[in-house]
Structures are given as C-alpha cells and as structure tokens.
C-alpha cells in the first residue's frame, strides 16, 4: 500500500492517488502513516523538479492533490478534531520572499493530525506580520518555511521582533526548508530546532508541549 501511494503521488496519478488513499483508509492504515506516504511521494517529485525532469507547474500540481487528499471526507472522518484537549498553538508561515507553500502544508497537515490547532498565515509573509499574530494570539509554537538562502535574514527578523516585545522566551521557533541543515542552521538566528523533516519537526513540537505541561 506504502509504496502504491508513493508512486502515485511520484507520478502525479491524481485521481489513482485519492482512490488508493480510500483503499488505505479503508484497510485502517492511520491519517500519520498516510501522510507519510504522501510526503515521501513529494520528496520524490521535488528530485524530478531538481533534475529538471519536472516544471514548477508539476510542483504545483503535486501539491494540489495532496491537499485533495487531506479534503478526501473519508480522510476527515479519521482524523482527529481539534478542540479544547488540542496538544497546543502552532503558527506557521513561508516568510517574506518565499511563495512556496508545499512543505509548510504538509507540515501543517501533518500538525493537525498530530492533534495541534495550527494557523497558516500562508506564504511570502512579512516578519512583522507573523511577529504582530504570535503577539495576538500566542502560539505554543511558531513554524518558519522558506526555500531560498536569503529567507533566513526574514527568519530572524522574526526571531528579534518576538525578543523586543519580550515575549520571544514565551514562544517556541522551529525553522524549515531546502537550504536548512538539521540541527544546526537555527543556532545562527536564534530559533530553537531546523529540520527537513516534517515528522522529526511534529515530533520536537509535541515534546516542547509535553515539556511545557
């Protein structure tokens, strides 16, 4: 089942794609272990683009049917309804000069499922903008995206806005995207984790959670 979805979504099979998530559904594989699928299958669609086997529309296309995935009501219906019990507050963002939105949705999606309430301001976000919402509304967490080298001066822009208002030790950061190195890229703006990965970074959100209760 694992490797049918992932070579669907690797295809950009859209219509084969949903009715073999149904299938998976249907058999009692978990919203998480579907999710991963999908984004292995992206990954992959994002080496084509690389090597230029793809066009930035098939990315785009890519990202269409996970998110008709993720609407499928037969995927509804097994995940979780964030309420009052949700494990916590996760902004999430592509900063200013960033117009991707494929990781930073799969990383959302994959929050939700976790059990998170997660608010997208979307992409191409102004630093200011993101520092002006976390202010109102005080995430637990705030997930920065971006694909280019120069988005991180954005991300740290973030990073001072939330210090001078003094409330950056209040709030959890954790970074993403193509240019992050694992582990080591946040310690240079001040952020708390960066990873690639979207499962490790649902995982080190849900811990900083545990660890805050």
């Not at 490797?3 to 998530?21: A, F, K």
């Not at 959890?172 to 946040?186: N, S, W």
């Amino acid at each position: 089942m694992k490797e049918s979805i992932v070579r669907s979504v690797e295809g950009l099979y859209e219509q084969r794609t949903l009715e073999l998530v149904k299938i998976a559904i249907h058999k009692g594989f978990t919203p998480l272990q579907i999710l991963d699928w999908l984004r292995i299958g992206m990954e992959r669609v994002g080496v084509h683009y690389e090597k230029s086997d793809y066009f930035i529309a098939d990315l785009i296309f890519a990202g269409i049917i996970f998110q008709e995935v993720i609407a499928l009501d037969e995927f509804q219906a097994i995940s979780p309804v964030v309420s009052q019990q949700s494990k916590g507050k996760l902004l999430i963002a592509s900063v200013y000069g960033d117009c991707h939105e494929i990781g930073k949705n799969i990383f959302g999606s994959f929050a939700k499922t976790a059990g998170f309430d997660v608010i997208d301001l979307g992409i191409d976000v102004p630093a200011q903008d993101i520092v002006n919402k976390a202010a109102a509304i005080m995430p637990d967490v705030i997930g920065l995206s971006g694909m280019q080298q120069e988005t991180i001066e954005e991300m740290k822009k973030v990073v001072d806005g939330l210090t001078a208002l003094g409330i950056r030790d209040k709030i959890r950061i954790i970074i993403g995207g193509a240019f992050i190195e694992d582990g080591k890229t946040h310690l240079a703006i001040g952020a708390d984790y960066a990873t690639q990965d979207v499962t490790k970074a649902v995982e080190i959100c849900t811990q900083w959670i545990q660890e805050k209760q």
